[in-house]
């Protein structure tokens, strides 16, 4: 079993709207959370990064949200554009600074 | 700043032929990882060196693939012979140990498809 469970698989959104992706984990111990945007064709980009001590960080429109305690992790996308159709994939490290489990992503659609 | 550099970006085979991938980390890294990442799912690590030396290769199907880092700078990523299912992108990353969090950056990938 994936040891990272990121729902919903995809998503298809209207421009404008929010919406919220969730990441779920069974990493432990835990170091940090990291939230990367891959567009189709390219290599993943990160968006924030959050050690077990932050609850929440902010990237423009990009919100992510950390609860170390149930293990669960959401990014809160705001005001969507068509640019943010992309896969968001949530990375999860362990005790080992270079120990990274991956999550499968979600797919998210933003249509005009 | 020069980002991760793969090539080629593309490449189609048949089976049971072979394929090389390369890639060209940021200078100074000193990490640097293989993953394979299959239509729609996450990478999966394949290999990761530090500097010139092998810190986990357990994920990478030995029989078939092979990875060098000669010099710690450049590395290449070989299959041979290729089958169906090694159908992927290719993606390479590296991170700088200076860097408290282990950043990872990632190249555009080398997708492959195997017929």
């Known amino acids: 079993k994936n040891q990272v469970e990121q729902s919903p698989q995809s998503l298809i959104i209207l421009e404008g709207k929010n919406c919220t992706l969730q990441c779920n984990y069974t990493v432990s111990p835990f170091s940090n959370l990291r939230w990367y945007k891959q567009d189709t064709g390219r290599g993943p980009v990160s968006l924030t990064i959050m050690t077990f001590s932050e609850n929440t960080k902010s990237n423009g429109r990009y919100t992510a949200t950390l609860d170390a305690d149930t293990k669960q992790s959401s990014l809160h996308i705001t005001a969507s554009q068509l640019s943010d159709s992309a896969s968001y994939i949530c990375?999860?490290?362990?005790?080992?600074?270079?120990?990274?489990?991956f999550g499968a992503g979600t797919r998210l659609t933003v249509k005009p | 700043e020069a980002g991760v550099a793969q090539s080629p970006r593309y490449k189609i085979i048949e089976k049971r032929q072979s394929v090389a991938f390369w890639c060209n980390p940021i200078s100074g890294h000193a990490t640097l990882y293989w993953y394979q990442q299959i239509l729609g799912q996450g990478p999966k690590l394949l290999i990761q060196f530090q500097n010139n030396g092998v810190v986990d290769d357990s994920q990478l199907p030995k029989d078939r693939f092979s990875a060098e880092r000669l010099k710690g700078v450049d590395s290449t990523l070989k299959i041979q012979p290729a089958k169906l299912e090694d159908s992927a992108v290719y993606l390479c990353?590296?991170?700088?140990?200076?860097?408290?969090?282990?950043?990872?950056?990632f190249g555009e990938g080398s997708r492959l498809t195997v017929l």
């Open positions: 990375v999860v490290s362990g005790s080992r600074r270079n120990d990274m489990r």
């Open positions: 990353a590296s991170s700088s140990d200076r860097e408290i969090t282990g950043e990872l950056f």
